[in-house]
């Protein structure tokens, strides 16, 4: 085979191979994804369906409730009341005997699926239902009220529109009615569809036989007692394979086209060029190749002979260049001064220095004033530095920093003391980064915000260490190398300081000077943002409202310095009960807002126990003042709080922040040192109160009394249901 076959195979099998396994792999993954995004989907729906039917099972049980709590001659008309609203489609009253006393009509047949409690998966369903027995003063049961929704195949195609898939609700023997999309398939489909649900445990996900549809199962559950099975159709992007495959044969059809002209422009003789190059590598700069052709080899000559006839004009400005180079680094000063970038600012003194010097390999680190070291921000030519910590003091680089002493050399002759991690070269010039001196040492609007250092530690005269590693072309950096650097990182502090003081200001403009919380300004950001998060991965927000009671009479007391004590020492007791990804606001005076993440009701309503016990069981200590006669004083607070949930509670963080807050009133009304949970997101919903347990794990409300499971009165009122203004 000749050379110029030999590289056309070459150049195909290197292109198109990768072009051919990058086709398959992408295709495989184009599968994968469709299927992927299917589930999805259906996990989606999942989530939206269980939402959907524990909102209708929370608006039945309020229906019941309020049919309870009537006065028994007036049920009749509240029922009725209930149903033209649209919160029941039926309300039954019944005797402790079972016998009809009251009802609307058009009572739904049977059976019904109680919201209380998950029905059998294969048991059929006609009605939605929530059971509240009456008791009479002594806590007998006196009769029951039910409420029921009817499950017909327009509460189903409300449901599939809902949650954007095709909904069917199992009715016995595998049976049941269906409701979809505009696109719900033929009835082999839906038979497909519920073949596969048979095969299904739990809440799993499968795909029909041959492919049709993905079928997920949704309950029955406690709280979602309908036996739902979700389907969709397969998201498969037929199109982007033909996309694939048309792309796969133009680059074959590009690649033959370019190893034909490749391998015809370098099967000609080479050898001058060859040895011209060899001359060149050997140094002498005088080589040159006959232009013989006026092909591409003759072209590649003429540009051999151009590159050796600039290379020897480049060796001669290179002297003078590094000059007007160093002279330009003032210029680049003053620039980086002027921006808010530190790590673009710390590249760019990198490379700056690399070129002024020539070296071909750096480090930027900066002092951490906390720990004491020096930290790795970024290199050139070395391994990752972020990983980089070397205390101050230690090892080359840190007596540089802790001194602020610039250092050149060898490390073969002069051996320095390297500390563990730092780099290993055969030359290197580190210099410090000298710190701006703070106001009344240096001019006058100079920065004046320094972090604290280290307790017990003497702040370096450095903010940080410039390190550069073998100068080309030398055998070590000179003293005109350090000069120059010297001076660029006088002015390259400026601006790293800069930078540090833009971000402390940047800082405290969104936090509370008294606690170090989070202040309003950012509250109002941070909750839109949190809401969009759960909303984007179908998530609960829980929002509490926070409260210290009686307050004001701690400032009419102790004085507003031992109020700032008290605000203070709560702050620091919150952040000692929430995570590290909960957020925490001081929203103005005494109030406060908490955002946590993927918490529900029961979750939010433990972070308020916690916090309460954290308040109530230990009194702050106020320190008297300096000369003062007043004694130190131990102050007992509790604190109220008020729940609220994205999304059960609103649709938008006002409106979660304003139930929360509504909440907070009710837990204020209920005697304090309490919470409350809100309840529904419509203007004039009433606030139901939690009290010191979760309300799964205490007795249930009805009216203004709590029921006792053992017949008997609970053990203190419980105030009304009250809106924000009553």
């Known amino acids: 085979m000749t050379l110029r076959g030999r590289l056309t195979t070459a150049f195909l099998a290197v292109v198109l191979g990768p072009v051919l396994l990058g086709a398959v792999f992408v295709g495989g993954t184009l599968a994968t994804v469709g299927a992927h995004r299917s589930a999805e989907r259906l996990t989606i729906a ?22 309870a709590v009537t006065d028994p001659t007036l049920r009749p008309g509240a029922a009725g009341q209930l149903v033209a609203h649209g919160l029941a489609d039926a309300v039954l009253v019944t005797g402790a005997d079972g016998a009809v006393q009251a009802g609307t009509p058009r009572q739904p047949a049977g059976p019904w699926a109680d919201c209380s409690a998950a029905a059998p998966a294969d048991a059929p369903a006609r009605a939605l239902a929530v059971r509240v027995e009456l008791r009479d003063p002594d806590g007998r049961p006196i009769g029951a009220v039910t409420a029921t929704q009817v499950l017909d195949l327009a509460f189903l195609s409300r449901l599939a529109a809902t949650i954007g898939t095709e909904v069917t609700l199992l009715g016995g023997a595998g049976g049941g009615r269906t409701a979809g ?95 011209a190059v060899d001359r060149v590598a050997d140094g002498d700069l005088e080589a040159r190749v006959p232009v013989r052709t006026c092909d591409e080899v003759g072209r590649l000559a003429g540009a051999f002979n151009r590159m050796t006839r600039e290379t020897q004009s480049y060796v001669q400005a290179l002297t003078t260049s590094r000059d007007q180079l160093r002279g330009h680094l003032a210029v680049l000063g003053d620039t980086l001064a002027s921006t808010h970038d530190l790590p673009g600012i710390l590249r760019v003194i990198l490379r700056s220095a690399l070129a002024t010097t020539g070296a071909r390999a750096g480090l930027v680190l900066l002092v951490d004033p906390r720990a004491a070291t020096l930290v790795g921000q970024c290199a050139e030519g070395l391994d990752d530095p972020t990983a980089l910590r070397i205390p101050l003091g230690s090892g080359l680089l ?39 001196a703070p106001a009344g040492d240096g001019p006058p609007g100079g920065p004046v915000t320094r972090a604290p250092f280290a307790p017990g530690v003497a702040a370096p005269p450095a903010l940080g260490v410039l390190a550069l590693y073998d100068r080309l072309g030398s055998d070590e950096f000179d003293d005109a190398d350090l000069a120059t650097l010297r001076t660029f990182a006088e002015r390259a502090a400026v601006a790293v300081d800069n930078v ?36 984007r991965f179908g998530r609960m927000l829980s929002v509490l409202a926070l409260d210290l009671d009686r307050f004001k009479d701690v400032n009419d007391t102790y004085g507003h310095a031992a109020g700032d004590v008290v605000l203070a020492e709560f702050a620091r007791r919150i952040r000692g009960v929430i995570r590290e990804v909960d957020l925490a606001f001081r929203q103005g005076g005494e109030e406060f807002v908490l955002l946590l993440p993927e918490t529900d009701a029961r979750g939010a309503a433990t972070v308020a126990e916690r916090l309460g016990a954290a308040i109530r069981n230990k009194p702050v200590v106020v320190a008297a003042a300096p000369g003062s006669a007043v004694p130190p004083a131990l102050i007992e607070m509790t604190v109220s709080v008020g729940i609220a949930v994205y999304p059960d509670h609103g649709g938008t963080g006002q409106r979660v922040l304003a139930a929360a807050d509504d909440a907070l009133y009710a837990a204020k009304a209920a005697g304090k040192d309490t919470y409350r949970v809100a309840s529904g997101e419509m203007p004039g919903e009433m606030v139901v109160a939690t009290g010191a347990g979760s309300p799964e794990d205490g007795p249930p409300w009805v009216g203004n009394r709590q029921v006792d499971p053992s017949g008997g009165a609970s053990c203190g009122p419980h105030p009304p249901r009250q809106s924000r203004g009553g």
């Open 46 to 67: 999942a989530n939206t369906v269980r939402t959907s039917v524990g909102a209708l099972c929370r608006q039945l049980h309020a229906a019941a409730d309020a049919v």
């Open 181 to 275: 999309t505009p696109s719900t398939e033929n009835l082999r489909s839906r038979e497909a569809v519920l073949a596969t649900a048979a095969r299904l445990t739990g809440d799993g996900t499968a795909r029909t036989d041959g492919g049709g549809r993905y079928v997920r199962r949704v309950g029955p559950s406690p709280g979602q007692p309908l036996p739902l099975v979700l389907s969709v159709a397969p998201d498969d992007p037929a199109a982007l394979y033909a996309v694939l495959i048309g792309a796969v044969l133009l680059a074959g059809g590009c690649a033959v086209v370019a190893a034909r002209r490749l391998a015809g422009s370098t099967t000609r003789p080479l050898a001058e060029l060859a040895r």
């Open 398 to 436: 840190g007596r540089v920093a802790a001194t602020g002493e610039p250092c050149r050399g060898r490390v073969d002759r002069d051996r320095p003391r390297l500390a563990a991690g730092e780099p290993r070269r055969g030359t290197y010039v580190a210099v410090p980064f000298a710190a701006p």
């Open 500 to 535: 540090r003081v833009h971000e402390e200001v940047q800082r405290l403009s969104l936090t509370d000077p008294l606690t170090g919380l989070w202040n309003y300004r950012y509250l109002k950001d941070s909750i839109r943002r949190e809401v969009e998060r759960a909303s």
